[in-house]
């Protein structure tokens, strides 16, 4: 995909996300991989909403920025997860609600923040990691995802929002909307005792698309056929 393109795509999925509300106000950013190793990133105080593609900010292979506006202070958090994922080409940061929300619950595991509920979160998601809070661009953030050695291509920042790579944008995005959905799914839910999906269920699909679950069997751990009564 042209440079060009690449960022009237970060635009159009931005305003998509922004419009559905999200990601409120001038929260959450987005980065995606060009063709020279480089990369473009959302700036910083920019809303989704309303991003400009000739102001996102354009950075070389070690983040010096070339080109655009002040890029997020994030940076150190992109640059972490492209360093130990090398699939990723796209990284997708929010403050949405529920996913959110879901970090603040103290039976939370942070090697699996949510159960198998659903195939597609699972599909497209993967297993989440949750991480303690950190101040929005405290560098130490980044040694926590280096901590995940690109273990998870999803993963939650406590009190904060998640973060999401993917081996394209639109993947970045899908899975972002994916795990939003799924941790809504999770709060309706939550003490209703619901059934996830059994760990033979979950095998099949591991079997079936090729899926990684890189906490081992934390996945399974929940998939007993019954919620935990959390």
């Keep these: 995909m042209s440079e060009t393109r690449l960022r009237e795509e970060i635009c159009r999925f931005g305003r998509s996300l922004f419009e559905r509300g999200l990601t409120p106000g001038s929260s959450g950013n987005i980065s995606a991989r060009t063709e020279d190793g480089g990369w473009l990133v959302t700036p910083t ?10 102001r996102i900010s354009k950075l070389d292979a070690t983040g010096r920025l070339l080109s655009g506006d002040k890029p997020t202070k994030e ?19 929010l403050h949405s609600t529920h996913a959110v929300a879901l970090t603040m619950l103290p039976e939370i595991d942070p090697r699996a923040a ?24 405290d560098p130490a953030v980044a040694d926590a ?12 920042l406590a009190n904060h929002g ?6 394209s944008l639109e993947a ?8 939003e959905e799924t941790a809504r799914l999770y709060l309706l839910l939550r003490n209703l005792n619901p059934r996830y ?8 699909l591991v079997a079936h698309f090729g899926l990684e679950l890189p906490a081992g069997n934390h996945a399974h751990d929940h998939a007993d056929g019954h919620g935990h009564g959390g």
């Design 145 to 156: 995802i280096r901590g995940l050695a690109g273990r998870y291509a999803s993963v939650l």
């Design 197 to 204: 999906l059994s760990p033979a269920q979950v095998q099949d």
């Design 114 to 137: 949510l159960p198998p509920l659903t195939p597609y979160y699972l599909m497209k998601a993967g297993q989440t990691a949750l991480l303690p809070y950190y101040r929005p661009g």
């Design 75 to 93: 940076i150190p958090l992109h640059t972490a997860v492209y360093d130990t994922r090398g699939a990723a080409k796209a990284i997708v940061h």
């Design 172 to 179: 970045a995005v899908f899975a972002t909307e994916e795990l």
């Design 162 to 167: 998640p973060v999401v790579a993917g081996e």
């Design 45 to 54: 105080n920019a809303s989704l909403g309303f991003l400009d593609p000739a």
